[in-house]
């Protein structure tokens, strides 16, 4: 069965404090790791989609990156606008999304 | 902008009461989604249409079902509400499939 877990479950940092945020997976047949940001009452906006061992993906202050069986999200000196929850799924064979629980993300000033 | 669109945002309905949640796109994706997402959980699929056919999850209660009537709507119905359906419902779309998901704001439900 497809699993996808998240940690930690909750991050708080101080305004520019860089960190990472974990994404580990089980799967047969990856066809794409998939991050999503949520805002609170918000449908999941998507962010990168990474497809083999070794690509990494940037966006103003997040790069993420992939191996074999995890998935990091790097967060270069956060600011308070990117409090959310950041949610990762994989997409196997079929298609189908499954998605982990997600990090609550919060930045202070 | 092509979106996905969910109405109502907020729905409350009385404990097994019918209710409809309603998804429409502008995309025009092939394939639409029902996720529901309870607090603090990841969104668990409920079911999809791959244009028109139906694919129902294993682990779906019979409590919920889903129509199509064409490309562009695609609604949620739960028959009988209880208090554990209590959730946000998203709704998503994608093209065949490939390179992940579009999704609507959602629609939080809450049973009373």
């Known amino acids: 069965e497809d699993q996808v877990t998240q940690s930690p479950e909750a991050l708080r940092l101080q305004e520019g404090e860089s960190s990472s945020l974990n994404c580990s997976y089980t799967?047969?047949?990856?066809?794409?790791l998939f991050w999503y940001r949520q805002d609170p009452g918000k449908g999941p906006e998507f962010l990168f989609t990474?497809?083999?061992a070794g690509e990494e993906k940037e966006k103003e202050r997040l790069k993420a990156t992939l191996t074999k069986k995890e998935s990091f999200l790097h967060i270069t000196a956060p600011k308070p606008e990117d409090s959310a929850t950041y949610l990762c799924?994989?997409?196997?064979?079929?298609?189908?999304?499954?998605f982990g629980a997600g990090t609550i993300l919060r930045v202070k000033s | 902008d092509a979106m996905v669109i969910q109405n109502p945002r907020y729905q409350v309905t009385q404990f097994g009461k019918p209710v409809t949640l309603s998804c429409s796109q502008t995309?025009?994706?092939?394939?639409m989604y029902w996720y529901q997402q309870k607090s603090s959980q990841a969104p668990k699929l409920l079911f999809h249409?791959?244009?028109?056919?139906?694919?129902n999850e294993a682990d779906t209660p019979d409590n919920f079902q889903s129509r199509r009537p064409n490309t562009s709507f695609c609604f949620l119905d739960i028959r009988s509400p209880g208090l554990g359906d209590a959730a946000m419902y998203l709704c998503?779309?994608?093209?065949?499939?490939?390179?992940?998901?579009?999704f609507g704001s959602g629609t939080r439900l809450t049973v009373v």
């Open positions: 998503a779309t994608s093209r065949s499939g490939e390179h992940g998901y579009t």
């Open positions: 799967v047969s047949g990856l066809r794409g």
């Open positions: 990474l497809y083999s």
């Open positions: 799924a994989v997409q196997a064979y079929g298609n189908k999304l499954v």
């Open positions: 995309l025009n994706h092939n394939v």
């Open positions: 249409y791959y244009d028109k056919d139906f694919n």
